[in-house]
C-alpha cells in the first residue's frame, strides 16, 4: 500500500507555469505505475498524464501535449508534473494516483489505478 501527498497547486494567470508534486510513502514506490488526473466542477475526472515505474514510457491527454511534462525520482518517492503555458482550461483539482498494474504501456483509466492523493487544486485566471 502506499500514501500519496500531492502539492505545488495554486493562483496564476495564463502562460504562467507550476510544477506539481506528489509524494509517496514507503519503500515500494518504484513497484508503482504513476499518473496525474484532473478534475472541473460537473466535470468527470480524466487522465492527464502517466509513466511507468522506471520512468521509460510517458503519455499524455492530447489538450496537454507540449506543455506538460511527467517525471519520477524514485529515490524521492515522487512523482511531478511540470505544467508551462497554462490557460484557464486547465482550472481543476489535480491528483496524483499510483497503480499496481507492473507491466504494459501507461494506463490511463481511473479503474486502473488503486491508490490516490487528496488533490491539490490550481486555478488559471485569463
Known amino acids: 500500500q502506499v500514501q500519496l501527498v500531492e502539492s505545488g497547486g495554486g493562483l496564476v494567470q495564463t502562460g504562467d507555469s507550476l510544477r506539481l508534486s506528489c509524494a509517496g510513502s514507503?519503500?515500494?514506490?518504484?513497484?508503482?505505475?504513476m499518473g496525474w488526473f484532473r478534475q472541473a466542477p460537473g466535470k468527470e475526472r480524466e487522465f492527464v498524464a502517466g509513466?511507468?515505474?522506471?520512468?521509460?514510457?510517458?503519455r499524455y491527454v492530447d489538450s496537454v501535449k507540449g506543455r506538460f511534462t511527467i517525471s519520477r525520482d524514485n529515490a524521492k518517492n515522487t512523482v511531478y508534473l511540470q505544467m508551462n503555458s497554462l490557460k484557464p482550461e486547465d482550472t481543476a483539482v489535480y491528483y496524483c494516483?499510483?497503480?499496481?498494474?507492473?507491466?504494459?504501456?501507461?494506463?490511463?483509466?481511473?479503474?486502473?489505478?488503486?491508490?490516490w492523493g487528496q488533490g491539490t487544486q490550481v486555478t488559471v485566471s485569463s
Open positions: 494516483a499510483a497503480s499496481n498494474i507492473l507491466l504494459g504501456p501507461v494506463v490511463t483509466l481511473t479503474t486502473q489505478y488503486n491508490y
Open positions: 514507503g519503500r515500494t514506490f518504484s513497484r508503482y505505475a
Open positions: 509513466i511507468t515505474r522506471s520512468g521509460g514510457d510517458t
